[in-house]
């Protein structure tokens, strides 16, 4: 059973396109977050989503911008890609705080 | 300057060998966990620990908690290559409750 879900696995796109990426869970959880893992693995949080509120938002650009239309989805837009965009995306949930559980990630690259 | 410090950086041992990986703060953390990451997926849960002084023990695994709640260890008894991966500690600020940082990680490589 997939416990936490993201859809594309891989995408590949122009400079300048906008793009989402999917993610879902199953595990009942009330908070999810979107990560960026770049190309040293530092893994950073993004965003963070409790009950569907926006709880955390870091330092991102506007053309980044979540959605999560209920407790188990939480998605991400990103308009005008460009070349640092490039990086792997986890989606992430947890039972209130601590303990996370991710995705198996979405490899962005902007060409 | 990262909050949480982790070493070594890199780790390439052989089959057999003991190790240690450390993550370091000055900072003071409410609960802190530890992840495996592999080439290709997301990072996985190891261990939370939350007590200062505490101890937990997975198979050859043995995490460890400081005291202070600054710092926390893992040490692998007796590496396998399938403890290869991306080690990845995170914690939950005392001051900013619901949001983990993580450290930079180890990457441990184990040789047959």
């Known amino acids: 059973d997939t416990a936490v879900s993201q859809t594309p696995k891989y995408l590949v796109t122009q400079m300048g396109n906008d793009k989402s990426i999917k993610c879902e869970q199953n595990?009942?959880?009330?908070?999810m977050y979107w990560y960026k893992q770049d190309s040293k693995k530092f893994l950073k949080i993004m965003f963070s989503y409790n009950n569907k509120e926006l709880i955390i938002n870091e330092t991102v650009p506007n053309r980044f911008s979540p959605k999560s239309p209920d407790k188990a989805h939480l998605n991400l837009h990103i308009n005008s890609l460009e070349l640092g965009d490039s990086a792997v995306y986890f989606c992430a949930s947890s039972l209130g705080r601590g303990a996370q559980f991710f995705g198996p990630g979405t490899r962005l690259t902007v060409l | 300057t990262q909050l949480l410090e982790q070493s070594p950086q890199f780790l390439s041992i052989q089959e057999g060998e003991n190790l240690t990986v450390y993550c370091n703060s000055s900072?003071?953390?409410?609960?802190l966990q530890w992840y495996r990451q592999e080439p290709g997926e997301g990072p996985v849960l190891l261990v939370t620990?939350?007590?200062?002084?505490e101890v937990k023990k997975l198979k050859r695994l043995t995490f460890q908690f400081g005291d202070a709640r600054k710092d926390s260890s893992l040490h692998i008894t007796a590496a396998q290559p399938g403890d290869t991966g991306l080690y990845l500690c995170?914690?939950?600020?005392?001051?900013?409750?619901?949001?983990?940082?993580f450290g930079d990680g180890t990457t441990l490589t184990v040789k047959p």
């Open positions: 995170a914690g939950e600020l005392l001051t900013n409750a619901g949001k983990s940082t």
């Open positions: 595990l009942g959880h009330d908070t």
């Open positions: 900072s003071v953390f409410s609960s």
């Open positions: 620990v939350v007590t200062g002084g």
